[in-house]
């Protein structure tokens, strides 16, 4: 059990009485990811490989290295998540962030990162997830929608997203 001891405080407390722990947490990673993503030769290996996988290999580009060490790193944040979540609610239970994939996905789509790949920006889909995570539940809430509409609404912007993607990546072609 973890209540009380300094090792919660720093992982979910509150700074100065106010300010989460968890949202320091969040910009602490937000400069960790563009400055990996955007100043280091594995953040150009990244873009290289979901713009266009051939041309990454043609270039160089460790493919299957950089995929794994992508999803390692994915696997890593959500598990730091996980652990922030359950010391947060002081328990686990394996269903414990299962509402979030629309939310997640729709801020991603918002910011946007494409499906296909190769492109987006880590203040886009941090702004977006801000944005999307504090503004659309409640927006949705005021047309009268909740429950089921709000997951109908949140899927319409990941399909609207995704489709305007592909749109635009087929005109650009």
């Known amino acids: 059990m973890t209540r009380g001891t300094a090792f919660r405080e720093a992982l979910v407390g509150r700074i100065g009485g106010y300010l989460p722990a968890q949202m320091v947490w969040m910009v602490l990673i937000a400069i960790a990811t563009w400055i990996l993503l955007n100043r280091h030769k594995f953040g150009a290996h990244v873009y290289l490989t979901g713009d266009n996988e051939n041309s990454a290999r043609l270039m160089g580009v460790n493919v299957d290295r950089t995929r794994m060490l992508v ?62 995570s504090a503004g659309l539940p409640p927006g949705i809430v005021a047309i009268g929608a909740t429950g089921m509409g709000t997951q109908v609404i949140f899927g319409l912007i990941i399909v609207v997203s995704v489709a305007m993607h592909a749109f635009l990546r087929r005109r650009m072609e």
């Open 71 to 132: 999803f390692a790193l994915v696997g890593l944040a959500a598990a730091f998540g996980g652990v922030l979540s359950s010391m947060e609610v002081f328990t686990f239970f394996p269903t414990l962030g299962e509402g979030y994939l629309m939310h997640t996905l729709a801020a991603v789509f918002l910011g946007g990162t494409s499906v296909f790949g190769g492109t987006g920006t880590n203040p886009g889909d941090i702004w977006s997830a801000a944005s999307s």
